[in-house]
């Protein structure tokens, strides 16, 4: 029987302030606060040894908030910890995001003796003005010094974060911040179109207003960095996410492919067999709750199989490897020719590709992913719902959007259009 593996979340909320688009859950000004949450922190880890004893261990990922802020210090205890349970593997890869404004050599140098293999850095633009207006606190200067302290301490993999989209940004900006990060020879980069949530300080500012890039710049900026990362050797592996052979992301691909994690600190979410579950956004309800014993769970739910079979469709299609007819059935046991068909016009439309086993979105395809991915959901509803009324009541009264031309469809209008 083969060891079951888990992936270990630690959320850590704190952060020196507040960017203007970060919709996470973090506390700026609450470093106050830091020596209870690790106390808490640990101790929460502590009685879930017995949980986490089933496992091994295979992937910890520090997230936040701004880790590095939390300091070496405290991350090498938790990393410790998780060590004297005797399932960290050796070759488990642990992960450290990081801000450059706060990253320093000797701390560094602190978390790769401990075990820490990876480094993921908050860059997101080389042009100064623009992380000025964005609420980062570092400069261009002080990334790149980051990143050469992140090589002096021995960091073999190092990953850098890239948003595109953002205010006042042109094709120019973003050709620049790729090419100067592509120059610095990065083992992973991930390029994020930028999301403005509600009750972000920069939602108040720039929601629809011409100063963030429209939906056509916003594509057109996509597909530049995925041409020109792709010539680098950057291979996308998901809709964001590009690489160096051999250097996807071990513990996001865990929540791409449904395998098991578990999430510890304020907000942090689990998934372990069937059950899913998420502790309160809230971090003295945290250390409140955990260091006296009181409840933190903020949601709990069983998965059924169907809905297991819908997040396999949903996340498998983001990432470069897609879905396969016979993984599919073996996540639901049901058949496969409805999606094939609807797989086979988005193929006729330029927007998936099959390499004999399985299907994946191209370029133009993750740009319209949420759209697809939407018709394939509602196909496998419809499957679903054969001899259930009200189910086929509901999908019947469901609002469908047009799927827009292919590449093919779109150059014969141009060419009959102009004839």
Known sequence: ME???LGIYIHIPFCASKCGYCDFYSC???????GKYQEALLAHIKESLPQIQRYYIDSVYFGGGTPSYYGA????EVVELLKSSGKLLRE???TVE??????????????RRAGANRISMGVQSA????LRTIGRRHTYGQAVKAYMFARQAGFENVSVDLIYGLPGQTKEDWADTLSKVIGWNPEHISCYGLKLEEGTAMYEVYHDTPAIPDDDMQADLYIYASELLERYGYRRYEISNFCHKGYESRHNLKYWKLQDYMGFGPGAHSCVENLRYSYVRDLQKYITGVLTGRPVLAEREEISGIERAYEYLMLGMRTASGISEKEYSRQLRSDFAPLLSKLELFRDKGWVENNGSRWAFTTSGFLLSNLLIGELLEVQAQQNAMGIPYLQQVLDSMDREELPMGEEESFLREVMGNA
């Open 28 to 34: 700026a000004g609450a470093d106050k606060m830091m």
């Open 127 to 130: 042009n100064d003005e623009i």
């Open 3 to 5: 060891d079951k593996t």
């Open 98 to 111: 990081m801000n450059p404004d706060s990253m320093r050599l000797g701390e560094l140098k602190q978390l």
């Open 73 to 76: 210090k405290y991350l090498c």
């Open 92 to 94: 488990a890869e642990i």
